[in-house]
DNA sequence: TTGAGTATATTCACTGGTCGGTATATATTT
DNA sequence: AAATATATACCGACCAGTGAATATACTCAA
């Protein structure tokens, strides 16, 4: 029986999601694979059960380190948290100016498997995208309450996504600048509405 | 050689379609399209050059009607620009609904095709967005000058492709409402601003 | 310490099926 | 007869996945 974790395990998936994120899930092919990591196709069979596994696996592989980036782009930037949030939009539009920049894998992979919506690569990716929306949700806290916060949070990530797809279909990364400033406008109405809601009692 | 315009061409143009749009475009293949249609794969041959060149001609022929159907749903409203753009998010909400909706046929292409720059469906893609986004641009200008209506509409757009995605990815049209708030807030938003200058001139 | 036995890990060679695209022939229309 | 349009049958390439054999590493009894 395969483990759960070995050193070729790792190599595959590491080699496997760089060609994933690369060319595409379909493009890619389980030989290109298995030369990519200079291994046989039969040993790629014998750590995961099939191609869709590997895909899942290789999304709920990135989930963690994904919504790590964002978190410490936040923490790092000065600022209030409208400020803080615009940051992780700037920083996006200087990552999204590489040419290897594709995207958001996740995004990608439920377009990619639209035709199959059980399939668990979109479990993964809808956790994902679920958790970097909590996230924004209790760091927007500050700004008002549970509902207002939930909503900024899920405009936030509107702009978010919405500047993930369309960089990528013009690939000018200025879109993200423009998202992240729709975002701390939209945040600082929040609070602003709190403030007049605070000087009315 | 094949003509521009035929009853044949037209039904293969409108079955592919059909496909790409419930499938995705590496998901369905040209026998597919072929039995769909009830012709022979040769027939399809005739018609377009290749698979690819019948995805760019399915894209360009869905580029007028899609942005008509936006025109329609944005005059049909009553209510300032800010209402009236809210109003296509508020019939996207509706659309989304149906279980055969499946996003957005220009943004899933391009995503699809990420390994592909050169593709023309890519190209026809972007001229689509690009013109949705120059017709927001025009009916925004009378909140701004052209730069301000130039900001709000790519905001609109990022609003509005970002639902698209995330939408497609959860299933939950409640997004759609979130994004069209979101838009209506930032034009309302673009307009104060106006009127705060006009004040102090 | 060694050697038999066992679980783990990997290789080679292969399969059935699907894919995009085509060579050739044949109708149908002008 | 010439141009347009469709059908039959086929090709080589590629694809996800597999059967059988083998190498490596660990376990434990003699």
Redesign the pocket.
């Known amino acids: 029986?395969?483990?759960l974790s070995?050193?070729?395990?790792d190599r595959i998936l590491d080699a496997a999601g760089k060609l994933f994120y690369a060319e595409g899930l379909?493009?890619?092919?389980?030989?290109?694979?298995?030369e990519a990591v200079?291994?046989?196709?039969?040993?790629?069979?014998?750590?995961f059960?099939?191609?869709?596994?590997?895909i899942a696996a290789w999304l709920q592989m990135r989930d963690q380190p994904n919504l790590a980036v964002f978190q410490h782009w936040f923490a790092r930037s000065e600022g209030d948290v409208a400020d803080k949030v615009q940051a992780i939009f700037d920083q996006l539009a200087r990552a999204a100016r590489r040419r290897t920049w594709k995207g958001c894998g996740f995004l990608r992979a439920s377009v990619e498997l639209v035709n199959l919506p059980g399939h668990p690569a979109i479990a993964a990716a809808r956790a994902h995208k679920k958790r970097v929306e909590a996230w924004l949700c209790s760091v927007l806290r500050e700004v008002g309450d549970d509902m207002i916060a939930q909503t900024l949070a899920r405009q936030v990530i509107l702009l978010l996504d919405g500047a993930f797809a369309v960089v990528l279909l013009h690939r000018d990364p200025e879109y993200f600048e423009v998202a992240g400033a729709a975002a701390a406008a939209l945040i600082r109405r929040g609070r602003h509405e709190i403030l007049k809601e605070q000087r009315r009692s």
Not at 49 to 54: F, G, I, Q
């Open positions: 029986m395969a483990r070995s050193p070729t395990r379909r493009a890619v092919s389980m030989d290109g694979i298995a200079g291994v046989t196709k039969r040993t790629l069979y014998y750590h059960r099939s191609k869709d596994d590997l």
